[in-house]
């Protein structure tokens, strides 16, 4: 069976809130190949890594299994994007310098994605496997979003979300790999924005289906409460994790 694409729907709202990757990431990304031809980004949803990998190379492609994430993508020269899923990669044999998969990994059939990525990555070429934790806000505010997303929000969260709590350490990774630097998005957000990102949440949207809007509306009153004054930027932070892998 395969699992489902909790972000089928709702790409506007992902694409506006989701946190962005600093330029650093594809930078160190980029440093890594070889030669710079083609960087594919598998599940790319709305593009915010497959963007930033376009000054890089000759060409970048990216690849979602949803319409709707793609459809909010913003173009780019140089970036195409294309309908499908990471097990059937629409590209030709060894034609891939770099290929990554930022914040979807824990969502694909990992036999067939590698039986693929070993299909199109030319040799020397470098899998990246990124993900980005759970975040962090100031003193004041963490606390009460711990309380929110380990023991409240927690058990709406689908199985995979573990693998992403992990940095993807757990995931079989059968590739020599390479140590990655430490990086992390660091943002200032206000309420709405942080509001915003949460609405994206998968456990978020199990939580409405379930009919457990209690439990959002305790959390964003105490936050309100919290937060002071709404417009008031706050400093928010996700750490990056990678998995790099020479085939």
């Known amino acids: 069976m395969q699992a489902r694409n909790w972000f089928s ?3 506007q709202a992902y694409a506006a809130f ?5 330029a650093a990431v594809a930078a160190h990304l980029a440093s890594q190949v070889r030669a710079r031809r083609l960087a594919v980004d598998v ?3 709305s593009g915010q890594l497959t963007r930033l990998l376009a ?3 000759a060409a970048v492609i990216g690849l979602d299994p949803s319409a709707d994430q793609l459809a909010s993508a913003v173009p780019v020269e140089g970036v195409s994007y294309h309908c499908a899923p990471a097990e059937d990669l629409p590209l030709a044999d060894a034609s891939a310098d770099l290929i990554t998969a930022a914040q979807s990994a824990h969502w694909f059939d990992l036999t067939r994605f590698y039986n693929e990525v070993r299909r199109v990555s030319r040799k020397g070429g470098v899998l990246a496997l990124i993900s980005y934790g759970v975040l962090r806000l100031e003193p004041e505010l963490n606390a009460r979003l711990e309380q929110f997303y380990w023991n409240e929000i927690g058990a709406f969260w689908p199985p995979e979300r ?6 993807y350490s757990t995931l079989d990774f059968p590739f ?4 990655p630097p430490a990086m992390e998005i660091r943002l200032n957000w206000d309420l709405s924005e942080f509001l915003g990102y949460l609405s994206t949440w998968s456990a978020v949207r199990n939580a409405r289906d379930m009919r457990r809007d ?3 509306l305790s959390f964003v009153a105490d936050m309100t409460a919290l937060w002071c004054e709404p417009s008031t930027k706050r400093s928010i932070s996700w750490p990056i994790n990678m998995r790099l892998g020479r085939l």
């Open 162 to 167: 573990r693998l992403v709590e992990s940095g």
């Open 55 to 57: 000054p890089h190379f």
């Open 43 to 45: 599940g790319c949803g």
């Open 214 to 216: 209690d439990v959002l």
């Open 18 to 22: 989701r946190p962005q990757y600093p």
């Open 176 to 179: 020599v790999e390479c140590a």
């Open 9 to 11: 729907q709702g790409g």
